[in-house]
Every structure is written in C-alpha cells, then in structure tokens.
C-alpha cells in the first residue's frame, strides 16, 4: 500500500514517498557481515581482541560497575532509581549489537545466551503502549516526550539496531519485536498524530531505513522521511544551550551545504539522509550531501580523517582550522565518518568515498582503542604533550560501547554487489557469499595489508560479469593479474573493471605499491605550516617521545631523510619506520597504534627542513 505523509505541517504540501515495489537507486549494496568470515593476519586479532576484551568490558560495566542493567530492572518493576546519564539505555543497546556481529566469527554459546537474559530484561520493562526508555520510566513518565535533547528516540534507534543484528546473527527475533512496537508507538504518537518532534541527536532515522530494508515495511521508510522533514523548520525547543546549528535545525536539511555542529550527530544525520534518498525519488537530499562531503573532506578534515575540533560543543569550527594538540576528533565522530562514507560509495560507486572510509577505519577508528580491547579514547588529538591516555570506561561511555559494535561489524565494509558486479572496496582477508544478480557466488580474499601490499582474490564458484577492484589512492603504483598473466581492464570512478566470464578457481592478485608518502597540508591551514605527516599505505605514522627519546624536540625530516622500514614484534606486529638524515634518527609507528606503552609526547605532524 502507498502512504502519503504529512512533511512537517498543515501548511506544506504532502509528499508521496516510494512504493515498496520501488528499487533502492544505489549503485551497489553491500554484503552484510553476517555473509563474510574474517580470516586476515592484521585484522583477526583485533576481532579477537574485541570478543575476548572488549566485549568483556562493556559487560562488566554495564552490569557492575554503572548499573545501566539494573536500570532495565528497575523499570521492569517501575519502581527504583534510575542510575547514570539519561541516555545510558544506548550503550547496553551497542553492546549487544556489537555481540552479535562478533558471534559470526566467534561464536559463543553462553555470550549468546547471556545476551538472551539481557533481552528478556529489555521487553519486561517496554510499557505496554510499546514506550521503552529507562529514564523516563524511572523519574516520571509524565515528563516523556517533553524535551528533544533527552534522546528518546536516540536510545530507540540503537535498540533498533540491535535488534536487526541480533536476528540477523542468531535468527531470534525477540529483541527486534520489543524495537517495533516502540517504533510503532513512535509512529502513532508523532507521525500520525500529525505531532512535530526533531530528535535533539539523530540516529533513529537511518536505523528505520535498516528495518525497512528488512521488512519492507512502507511506514519505516515514511517515517525516517517525515523525521528528517522536520529539521530546519522552527518546530525544535532545541535551542536553549548550544543553539539550533548544534542539532542541524537551522535549515531543511535539503538546504543543508556547509556543515556545522555537533560532528557526530551530524554523521548520524548524513547517513540518514543518504539511505532515505536511495530509496525516495527528488528529496534533494543528496544535492546537500555532495556539498557537505565536500566541505568536510576539503576544508575540516584531519589527515587521520578525524573530524571535530571544538572541546565545548563536540564539533566543528571554521574551515581549515584544525589544531592539532587540541584537535577533539571523538571516536564516534570517525566510526561516523565511515558509516557515512560507505553509504555514499553505495550510492555513487565512486571509490573516493572509500579512500575516506579507510582513512578514518585505520587511524581514526582504531586509535580509539588499545592493543588488547580493554581501554579508550574518547578524544583522539594529533599531538600531546603526554598528559592524554586511554581510560577503561567514560562517564559518557558513547565510545567504548560504539567501538565494541563497530570493530566486528568491519565485515560490512569488504564487498558490495550490483546486478552485474561484484565489488572489492576493502582488501581483509575474509571469504563472503555475494548475491550478484540472481546467483550467489562465494570468493575468498588474502591480502598482507596493510604491511605488505599484494591481495588475492579467489572464485570459489564462477560468477558472469564485472569485478570491480578499487585502486586506493595511497598506492603509488598498481599491477592486476588474472591467473598470473597481466590482465587488461578499464577504470571507472576509481575502480578497475574487469568482465569476463569467471571460473571456479580464478585467481585475481593486486600488487599495491607501499612507499613512503610525506604529505603536506594545505597551506590555509595554519597549524601544520612548514611540517608534514607520514603516510605508507592506508596508516598515518606518528613520532612518540618513547622511540626518540634524546631528540624528540628536535625531530624534523626532509626531501632527504632516508626511510627504512622494518617489520618489528611491537605493539602486535606492525611495520616501523626509522628515518636517517645526517646525523639524526627518526622512528615513526602507525598512528593507530601510540599510548600503548608509556605515557609520552607524540607527534603526527613533523617540521620540514
């Protein structure tokens, strides 16, 4: 059935969304996790790490040492006090997404049915009208829906979230029943009852747009649209700390071409405005999106492709400013900047999207966590003078909880597949299923990245049509081959394009080039004037004081340093480089991988001489 929804008031016209007959107008779709096994030498110990340590952690926390489960307990009773901040339901809701992608590569019987007694908890205290959030339960229902900024609906998108990915990796279903009916309390409450309400922090949108692709349920869908329509209109009482431009309500978000605010609601907001205009015609939506990617690649991006620079406000300031022992960069905000960038490589096909996506997972997601899974950054600078370090949990958990659902979630990232292509967006060792057409095909992937620069892609099955590889931008030179022989191919938007018909047992090898790469900032931004960062293959290197302990403040490299690279057993096996000029050495580890020995000085950003 067609739904005409209501935009924002009586006043506006209505607007007829998508059928549910009507395609998604992306140019790929990607392979879930839940069809890809990761099995990659840089990869799968961090999988592990996550499964063994970082889950762990999240659990602990949750259930002793913050209370966030007694929460749920207590609202189930409808008695008791509520605990912690008011948005705490969220990171129980993470944690459990993030077990579910982590029980596809490590499955575990008792973790699963740990989760299950996590979920019974969950639907003991929904209310009976489908409302379900622990703050309101617990300090007064009559206070429920009153203030925008409360993250009501925040706390309703993740739980939704969690819910497609436990059924997804486990087949049950109990948790993502408990997320419709509030979904479709939501519904009735705001949307039909012609209602405003604009979610002071967005993610609820895009993760409607995950349960309609699901269930292929229309009011999903018209939902998520009627929720972005009402942003920008004066309908929000959001104004009264930060100002509207720190929730994206200054304009409709179809007007939206330079981006401001709170960085990691705005990532939130950009991929719901990417997934709802892959499937409704004419919203405008990605109009304003090319122009925002623009804005934050060309003007507010770190090279690490974190973003985010204001302490106060969690965001962003004005172009080209971009400090680096201040610079905020908040994990979240990179985990955003991926799921952002993937959903707009979906969309165009254009591996430019990629090119971010992979700066941000390598250096700006994973130096959010340690070598072992059991500590964080909230923050992520680009220098310290050796006061920043990781801690084992935040009073705003936000970011461990995002990390433990993010890192198992990588094989998302891997494949994508059109009617008559199978893409390769990221090289991890992994083997995947892809729906290409009608015909699932199974293809297995070794690569030595991001140390060594050769990956090989094997058919399992045969498969008619293109492969498309995409080129990395790092790689300074790049060879294909097709069974050993050279292989001719065309590019397109990035990708090399290679059609044939394929057989079982084909075997397609990319021989990337890593070198050493100075990269000089543009010169309007002012911080980084007269210095450079070092980037070999996808990694950003920093200097810490530990490795240079007698020159650090003196450190500098030029047109002349002379780089080794050496492979060494630090910090989980990763490739160092010591650079030689005159007199002076200079080692560099990945960026990813600083404060995971001593407290110390770091540097990504080193002056050029």
Same mark, same amino acid.
């Given at each position: 059935?067609?739904?005409?929804?209501?935009?924002?008031? %009586?006043?506006?016209?209505?607007?007829?969304?998508?059928?549910?007959? &009507?395609?998604?107008?992306?140019?790929? @779709?990607?392979?879930?996790?839940?069809?890809?096994?990761?099995?990659? %030498?840089?990869?799968?110990?961090?999988?592990?790490?996550? %499964?063994?340590?970082?889950?762990?952690?999240?659990?602990?926390?949750?259930?002793?040492?913050?209370?966030?489960?007694?929460? $749920?307990?207590?609202?189930?009773?409808?008695?008791?006090?509520?605990?912690?901040? $008011?948005?705490?339901?969220?990171?129980?809701?993470?944690?459990?997404?993030?077990?579910?992608?982590?029980?596809?590569?490590?499955?575990?019987?008792? #973790?699963?049915?740990?989760?299950?007694?996590?979920?019974?908890?969950?639907?003991?205290? &929904?209310?009976?009208?489908?409302?379900?959030?622990?703050?309101?339960?617990?300090?007064?229902?009559?206070?429920?829906?009153?203030?925008?900024?409360?993250?009501?609906?925040?706390? /309703?998108?993740?739980?939704?979230?969690?819910?497609?990915?436990?059924?997804?990796?486990?087949?049950?279903?109990?948790?993502?029943?408990?997320?419709?009916?509030? +979904?479709?309390?939501?519904?009735?409450?705001?949307?039909? %009852?012609?209602?405003?309400?604009?979610?002071?922090?967005?993610?609820?949108?895009?993760?409607?747009?995950?349960?309609?692709?699901?269930?292929?349920?229309?009011?999903?869908?018209?939902?998520?649209?009627?929720?972005?329509? &009402?942003?920008?209109?004066?309908?929000?009482?959001?104004?009264?700390?930060?100002? *509207?431009?720190?929730?994206?309500?200054?304009?409709?978000?179809?007007?939206?071409?330079? *981006?401001?605010?709170?960085?990691?609601?705005?990532?939130?907001?950009?991929?719901?405005?990417?997934?709802?205009? @892959?499937?409704?015609?004419?919203?405008?939506?990605?109009?304003?999106?090319?122009?925002?990617?623009?804005?934050?690649?060309?003007?507010?991006?770190?090279?690490?492709?974190?973003?985010?620079?204001?302490?106060?406000?969690?965001? $962003?300031?004005?172009?080209?400013? #971009?400090?680096?022992?201040? /610079?905020?960069?908040?994990?979240?905000?990179?985990?955003?900047?991926?799921?952002?960038?993937?959903?707009?490589?979906? =969309?165009?096909?254009? /591996?430019?999207?990629?090119? +971010?996506?992979?700066?941000?997972?390598?250096?700006?997601?994973?130096?959010?966590?340690?070598?072992?899974?059991?500590?964080?950054?909230?923050?992520?600078?680009?220098?310290?003078?050796?006061?920043?370090?990781?801690?084992?949990?935040?009073?705003?958990?936000?970011?461990?909880?995002?990390?433990?659902?993010?890192?198992?979630?990588?094989?998302?990232?891997?494949?994508?597949?059109?009617?008559?292509? #199978?893409?390769?967006?990221?090289?991890?060792?992994?083997?995947?299923?892809?729906?290409?057409?009608?015909?699932?095909?199974?293809?297995?992937?070794?690569?030595?990245?991001?140390?060594?620069?050769?990956?090989?892609?094997?058919?399992?099955?045969?498969?008619?049509?293109?492969?498309?590889?995409?080129?990395?931008?790092?790689?300074?030179?790049?060879?294909?081959?097709?069974?050993?022989?050279?292989?001719?191919?065309?590019?397109?938007?990035?990708?090399?394009?290679?059609?044939?018909?394929?057989?079982?047992?084909?075997?397609?090898?990319?021989?990337?080039?890593?070198?050493?790469?100075?990269?000089?900032?543009?010169?309007?931004?002012?911080?980084?004037?007269?210095?450079?960062?070092?980037?070999?293959?996808?990694?950003?290197?920093?200097?810490?004081?530990?490795?240079?302990?007698?020159?650090?403040?003196?450190?500098? *490299?030029?047109?002349?340093?002379? =780089?080794?690279?050496?492979?060494?057993?630090?910090?989980?096996?990763?490739?160092?480089? +010591?650079? &030689?000029?005159?007199?002076?050495?200079?080692?560099?580890?990945?960026?990813?991988?600083?404060?995971?020995?001593?407290?110390?000085?770091?540097?990504?950003?080193?002056?050029?001489?």
């Amino acid at each position: 059935m067609k739904h005409t929804i209501i935009i924002a008031a %009586a006043a506006l016209c209505c607007v007829t969304s998508c059928t549910q007959e &009507q395609v998604s107008q992306k140019a790929m @779709s990607q392979v879930g996790f839940e069809n890809v096994r990761i099995q990659d %030498a840089f990869w799968s110990p961090i999988l592990e790490n996550n %499964a063994r340590h970082t889950i762990p952690v999240c659990i602990d926390q949750i259930e002793n040492q913050t209370g966030r489960i007694r929460n $749920f307990e207590n609202a189930a009773k409808r008695e008791g006090q509520h605990s912690g901040i $008011f948005f705490d339901d969220s990171d129980v809701y993470k944690a459990v997404e993030g077990v579910a992608y982590s029980l596809v590569n490590n499955p575990d019987a008792e #973790l699963e049915k740990h989760m299950d007694e996590w979920i019974d908890k969950f639907a003991a205290a &929904q209310l009976e009208d489908g409302y379900i959030n622990t703050y309101y339960t617990l300090t007064g229902l009559d206070k429920r829906w009153t203030d925008m900024d409360k993250h009501e609906m925040y706390c /309703a998108g993740h739980m939704l979230e969690a819910g497609i990915a436990y059924y997804k990796a486990t087949g049950k279903d109990k948790l993502l029943q408990v997320a419709r009916r509030m +979904v479709d309390y939501m519904i009735e409450t705001f949307m039909l %009852a012609d209602r405003h309400w604009v979610p002071g922090h967005e993610e609820i949108e895009l993760a409607l747009c995950k349960l309609y692709a699901l269930t292929g349920e229309q009011k999903y869908l018209d939902f998520a649209y009627w929720l972005l329509e &009402q942003r920008g209109r004066g309908f929000s009482n959001l104004a009264q700390t930060y100002g *509207i431009r720190h929730y994206q309500d200054e304009v409709p978000v179809k007007d939206l071409r330079e *981006i401001y605010g709170h960085a990691v609601r705005a990532m939130y907001l950009f991929c719901g405005m990417a997934d709802v205009a @892959s499937y409704v015609p004419n919203t405008g939506y990605m109009e304003a999106l090319d122009s925002l990617w623009e804005d934050v690649t060309g003007r507010r991006m770190y090279v690490t492709g974190g973003i985010g620079v204001a302490y106060r406000t969690e965001g $962003f300031s004005a172009p080209y400013d #971009l400090p680096n022992y201040d /610079a905020y960069c908040e994990t979240c905000a990179s985990i955003g900047m991926v799921l952002w960038n993937h959903r707009m490589n979906e =969309w165009k096909g254009d /591996a430019k999207y990629v090119n +971010v996506l992979e700066r941000s997972l390598y250096n700006g997601v994973l130096a959010g966590i340690n070598q072992t899974g059991d500590r964080f950054f909230y923050v992520n600078p680009l220098a310290s003078f050796g006061q920043h370090h990781r801690q084992a949990w935040y009073g705003c958990a936000c970011c461990p909880s995002n990390v433990c659902r993010f890192i198992p979630s990588v094989g998302n990232y891997i494949y994508g597949t059109s009617k008559d292509a #199978l893409w390769v967006n990221l090289y991890v060792g992994s083997e995947a299923t892809c729906r290409v057409g009608r015909k699932d095909i199974k293809v297995k992937m070794e690569t030595g990245l991001p140390w060594q620069g050769t990956s090989r892609l094997t058919f399992e099955t045969p498969m008619k049509g293109n492969l498309r590889l995409r080129l990395p931008d790092w790689a300074q030179s790049i060879g294909i081959t097709v069974n050993g022989e050279p292989a001719e191919y065309e590019t397109d938007r990035g990708y090399a394009v290679l059609n044939r018909r394929w057989k079982q047992g084909d075997v397609v090898e990319l021989a990337t080039e890593l070198s050493v790469k100075p990269l000089e900032a543009d010169p309007r931004v002012k911080e980084d004037e007269g210095q450079r960062a070092i980037q070999r293959g996808p990694l950003i290197y920093c200097a810490e004081q530990i490795d240079n302990a007698e020159n650090f403040q003196d450190i500098a *490299i030029s047109a002349q340093t002379k =780089w080794q690279e050496q492979p060494v057993g630090i910090l989980g096996g990763i490739t160092e480089l +010591v650079g &030689q000029q005159d007199e002076q050495t200079v080692t560099l580890i990945p960026y990813y991988a600083w404060d995971n020995r001593e407290a110390c000085e770091m540097r990504v950003w080193l002056p050029w001489k």
